[in-house]
Nanobody, 121 residues
Framework: QVQLVESGGGLVQAGGSLRLSCAAS????????MGWFRQAPGKEREFVAG????????YYADSTKGRFTISRDNAKNTAYLQMNSLKPEDTAVYYC??????????????WGQGTQVTVSS
């Protein structure tokens, strides 16, 4: 089973950028669809972006489309989330998830510990 460690979170001003990384252990990373979710205080965890195992398809929440880009490097066992034009409402803990399909992420995924992203106005 894959294990995930996120990094790259931090404090940034509105309009700025951050790149999150999700490093996976194990030799089966390339078999998994990867995704990013986030959870703000007092809110439910929500989908941010997802990418298929071979990176042929990507999916985004309406709130992040056009500003965020998900990618992966199967040779490095790492998934990324490039976040541009950040807004205060993007402030949340961001979680990386691996699953057999994007649809099964919430029900059967393996999750990282999360990384905090704070966007100041």
């Amino acid at each position: 089973q894959v294990q995930l460690v996120e990094s790259g979170g931090g404090l940034v001003q509105a309009g700025g950028s951050l790149r999150l990384s999700c490093a996976a252990s194990g030799r089966t990373f390339s078999r998994y669809a990867m995704g990013w979710f986030r959870q703000a205080p007092g809110k439910e965890r929500e989908f941010v972006a997802g990418i298929t195992w071979n990176a042929t398809s990507t999916y985004y929440a309406d709130s992040t489309k056009g500003r965020f880009t998900i990618s992966r490097d199967n040779a490095k066992n790492t998934a990324y989330l490039q976040m541009n034009s950040l807004k205060p409402e993007d402030t949340a803990v961001y979680y990386c998830v691996a699953a057999m399909t994007i649809r099964t992420m919430t029900s059967g995924g393996t999750w990282g510990q999360g990384t905090q992203v704070t966007v100041s106005s």
